[in-house]
């Protein structure tokens, strides 16, 4: 059973800088793609990042290009999200998100940012 344990969330100024881990169990991390979603207060999850297998190729939404980095280590089974000059519009609880033959989600970790 794959198991995802984000950490790494916290308060912060706007313009201050993040990084986020998830942590991977269960099952063979390298030969899964990985993702970050978000989900502000009253606002629907949202897409943030992806990165493929080997690390090659990454995605990211429109809102965060040029300021979040998604990286992976495969042989500590993590994913990691550097987040730079927050905003208060990045304010959610960012989720590690995985799938095979289901979607997995860990629980979440909640960034604020003060403006």
């Known amino acids: 059973q794959v198991q995802l344990v984000e950490s790494g969330g916290g308060l912060v100024q706007a313009g201050a800088s993040l990084r986020l881990t998830c942590a991977f169990s269960?099952?063979?991390?390298?030969?899964?793609?990985m993702a970050w979603f978000r989900q502000a207060p009253g606002k629907e999850r949202e897409f943030v990042a992806s990165?493929?297998?080997?690390?090659?190729?990454?995605f990211y939404a429109d809102s965060v290009k040029g300021r979040f980095t998604i990286s992976r280590d495969n042989t500590k089974n993590t994913v990691h999200l550097q987040m730079n000059r927050l905003k208060g519009e990045d304010t959610a609880v960012y989720y590690c998100?995985?799938?095979?033959?289901?979607?997995?989600w860990g629980d979440g970790t909640l960034v604020t940012v003060s403006s």
């Open positions: 990165i493929s297998v080997s690390g090659a190729n990454t």
């Open positions: 269960g099952g063979s991390f390298s030969g899964y793609a």
């Open positions: 998100y995985v799938r095979d033959w289901r979607i997995y």
